[in-house]
């Protein structure tokens, strides 16, 4: 009996358990070497060419001007785009869960279709939107009497275009989490505040908010985390430029390892990477704990 | 008066969020030239299928639409075994350590995936896999995400019914094969969804690991097209249309269990 079930353990979880730790963990774990090595081109032919080095590739980081840029950029990218998204999914959640609206599943359709379409091919349809002199938003913004912005090419205009493309792209995900949310909340909430008079922004301030708590901070977790690894928008749309203004640090890590055979130095950006996602998530577990007892 | 206000916004702010599709769809119909004017054309003036005939000739569009598809359903064949097995286990089956190992795996969803990349790279060309379907397939085998899913759906399942079926002479492969399996259908269509268009759509790992145009899919031959023709939005916009037609007609006939499947994503706690 015991042999049996020791049998069917090893034939029912093996082969997965077998394949996410060999092709996932022990990965990781290579990396972190690989990290701490000069693994580069030469390496690449014969693995014994590549020498430990200690933190060198950590501290080269630091003192690498374009791996700054990089960091900074991303940044800037997860602060704009992180909140916007979060709030434009929360408004449409809450138009979408309306009582007065019918053929809800209609504009929901329309909302999330960019969320299932290639990302590739979106990113390729919004260059073109974004052409300067051809482009439908220049166009549109035509009509408000807004002279016509060269939203790829201009340093400053790139990364709000990417954000107003990865917003439009991601923010149907995020709504339908929130719908979830708020359909989780107890409609005798609600009645009750009715009964007492309460208008629907007090009912939306001090039932509907901070009943989705939970829900906002998982949302804004996995946004975060999806955010930082910016990658494919700019990567087809501005290649990181204008003056490398919109260079992700997936892209930094992406030309290095992959372009240049630097894989050690690669490594270190990816693990900079993880570092900085693994603190995301941890200080927004915290708050959420901390709301829940406040 | 609300109501009339609200069915407007919503409606102009759908049309708006779709009008990226439309534009692509008509530019794809123009001839060279036809969308690079001003004001921008929301219908081709004269109807053409020529970009689909020079993506299809020409740029041999069709083997990486083949490569797109075949991975697609290889991946989420595969990877449907391997996780609905790991995940009727974690459910059901007793053993030493299961709620730890659960929790480990879980939590090293945090890990981003670029991570890994380097050195599964690295593996791959050892394995001589780089530029094959292996390439994709082995890395899509099982994934945590999958086995979570199955988990939480499989664990609902009455033990009753495991239980009686071993009375009766079956087998472990059998109560999985003859029970779990049908009963698990509906998730299994999530899962098969979230994989399919995964694969489909994904980008950063085709695109290091397949280097040969025979051997691209869609969105990585999609994005070296667009070094070459930046200048042709019409025939950017008719690869755009091939690329996104199979996820819109995938997801537009079994809507209801994606969504499903974000929402059970989404309550972990």
Redesign the interface.
């Known amino acids: 009996m015991k042999t049996?079930?020791t049998k069917?353990?090893i034939?029912?979880?093996g082969?997965?358990?077998l394949?996410?730790f060999v092709?996932?963990?022990?990965?990781?774990v290579?990396?972190f070497v690989?990290s701490f090595t000069d693994f580069d081109i030469y390496s690449?032919g014969n693995?014994a060419n590549a020498r430990f080095i200690g933190f060198n590739n950590y501290v080269q980081l630091f003192e690498d001007p374009l791996f700054w840029t990089a960091l900074q950029n991303t940044f800037w990218f997860v602060i704009l785009a992180g909140p916007l998204s979060v709030t434009v999914s929360l408004f449409?959640a809450i138009?979408?869960n309306?009582k007065?609206?019918k053929y809800k599943g209609?504009?929901?359709?329309?909302?999330?279709?960019?969320v299932?379409?290639?990302?590739?091919?979106?990113a390729?349809?919004?260059?073109?939107?974004y052409?300067p002199?051809?482009?439908?938003l220049n166009?549109f913004l035509g009509f408000l009497h807004i002279n016509p912005v060269d939203w790829l090419g201009d340093p400053v205009w790139a990364m709000p275009a990417i954000v107003l493309m990865s917003v439009?792209k991601n923010f149907g995900?995020n709504m339908?989490?929130f719908?979830?949310?708020l359909n989780n909340i107890p409609t005798d909430l609600y009645e009750a505040a009715t009964i007492e008079g309460a208008s629907w922004w007090q009912q939306f301030r001090n039932i509907t908010l901070p009943m989705l708590v939970?829900?906002t901070i998982?949302?804004s977790i996995i946004t975060m985390?999806g955010y930082?690894?910016l990658?494919?928008e700019p990567?087809?749309m501005t290649q990181g430029g204008p003056l490398n203004k919109t260079l992700s640090i997936?892209q930094y890590?992406?030309q290095e390892?992959?372009r240049w055979w630097n894989?050690g130095y690669?490594?270190a950006i990816?693990?900079v990477?993880?570092f900085i996602?693994?603190i995301g998530?941890i200080i927004q577990t915290l708050i959420q704990k901390k709301l829940k007892h406040a | 008066m609300?109501?009339i206000f609200?069915?407007l916004?919503?409606?102009i702010?759908?049309?708006m969020?779709?009008?990226?599709?439309i534009?692509?769809l008509s530019?794809s119909f123009m001839a060279d030239g036809h969308?690079?004017?001003?004001?921008?054309r929301f219908f081709p003036d004269a109807f053409t299928m020529i970009q689909f005939q020079t993506l299809f000739t020409r740029l041999n569009a069709l083997s990486n639409f083949g490569n797109s598809l075949a991975l697609s359903l290889l991946v989420t064949f595969v990877s449907l075994i391997?996780?609905s097995?790991?995940g009727?286990?974690?459910a059901k089956?007793r053993?030493d350590g299961k709620e730890k190992l659960f929790s480990i795996?879980l939590s090293?969803m945090?890990?981003?995936?670029?991570?890994?990349?380097?050195?599964?790279?690295?593996?791959l060309?050892q394995m001589g896999f780089i530029n094959t379907y292996m390439a994709i397939v082995?890395?899509g085998?099982?994934?945590?995400f999958g086995?979570f899913m199955i988990r939480q759906y499989t664990i609902s399942i009455p033990d009753s019914l495991i239980e009686s079926a071993r009375i009766d002479g079956a087998t472990?492969?059998q109560i999985?094969y003859k029970i779990i399996l049908p009963l698990c259908t509906p998730i299994l269509v999530t899962l098969a969804m979230f994989t399919f268009?995964g694969t489909?759509?994904d980008?950063?790992w085709p695109l290091?690991v397949l280097t040969d145009n025979s051997m691209y899919t869609?969105?990585?031959s999609?994005?070296n097209l667009?070094g070459e023709h930046t200048k042709d939005?019409e025939l950017?916009?008719a690869?755009?249309v091939v690329?996104?037609i199979p996820?819109?007609v995938v997801?537009l006939a079994l809507?209801k269990y994606?969504?499903k499947g974000?929402?059970m994503g989404?309550?972990?706690?």
């Open positions: 049996n079930q069917a353990l034939l029912f979880l082969p997965a358990l394949a996410i092709f996932f963990f022990i990965p990781v290579a990396a690989i690449l693995f449409a138009l979408l309306s007065l609206i209609i504009f929901r359709l329309s909302y999330f279709m960019p299932v379409t290639t990302l590739i091919a979106v390729i349809v919004w260059r073109f939107i052409h002199r051809f482009g439908l166009y439009w995900y339908i989490i719908i979830a949310g939970p829900t998982f949302i985390i930082f690894q990658f494919a990567y087809i997936v890590m992406y390892g992959f894989m690669s490594a990816a693990f990477l993880f996602i693994f998530t | 609300k109501k609200l069915y916004f919503l409606s702010t759908g049309v969020t779709l009008s990226p599709f534009w692509m530019a969308a690079s004017v001003y004001p921008p391997f996780n097995m790991a009727y286990a974690f089956f053993f795996l090293s945090i890990i981003p995936a670029q991570v890994t990349m380097l050195p599964l790279f690295l593996m060309k082995i890395p085998l099982a994934n945590i086995i472990d492969f999985y268009l489909w759509n980008f950063l290091i869609l969105p990585v999609l994005a667009m939005p950017m916009m690869g755009s690329t996104i996820v819109v997801f809507q994606y969504i974000i929402m989404s309550v972990k706690e």
